[in-house]
């Protein structure tokens, strides 16, 4: 998909389809999970990013605020991607087909409206709103 050599960092939205491009033989790409750098680890997650940063084409991150701060703090160039306020009930259909834990479902949907405002409110990265039916593949650059 990528031809000009650069890592592209996306911090993509729950149920947008990160695991599955990563899985994808034909990109060069791997996840991030910033909830395993907690608890005192924060500059092992953001050398973690370095690390792989020029390896690979696409780095995915959640849109963890904390950790979305740390790397923008290094001066990361990120593109956010996260679906409309309106797809809620989409998006809770994603969840459950993908078997996600209920406590996760009653958590996403719980703060989906002010989690969602909050990152569109993010001015350091670039923005890209997925619209219905889209996933993180439609998007990718």
């Not at 990528?2 to 939205?13: D, F, H, M, N, P």
């Not at 389809?17 to 990563?22: A, I």
């Not at 950790?67 to 809620?88: A, K, Q, S």
């Not at 834990?101 to 405002?117: A, E, R, V």
Request: hydrophobic share 35%.
């Amino acid at each position: 998909m990528r031809s000009e050599g650069k890592t592209l960092i996306y911090s993509a939205w729950c149920g947008t389809g990160k695991t599955w491009v990563c899985k994808n033989p034909n990109i060069k790409a791997i996840e991030v999970e910033y909830w395993k750098f907690k608890d005192g680890l924060q500059k092992q997650y953001v050398n973690e990013i370095k690390i792989n940063f020029g390896k690979v084409d696409y780095i995915f991150i959640a849109t963890d605020p904390e950790g979305l701060r740390l790397l923008l703090d290094e001066c990361f160039d990120i593109t956010l991607v996260y679906p409309e306020n309106r797809l809620r009930n989409e998006y809770l259909d994603r969840y459950i087909e993908r078997d996600s834990p209920y406590d996760f479902i009653g958590t996403f949907m719980k703060h989906w409206n002010i989690w969602l405002d909050e990152l569109k409110i993010q001015s350091r990265c670039n923005h890209v709103v997925l619209k219905s039916g889209q996933y993180l593949s439609d998007v990718l650059l």
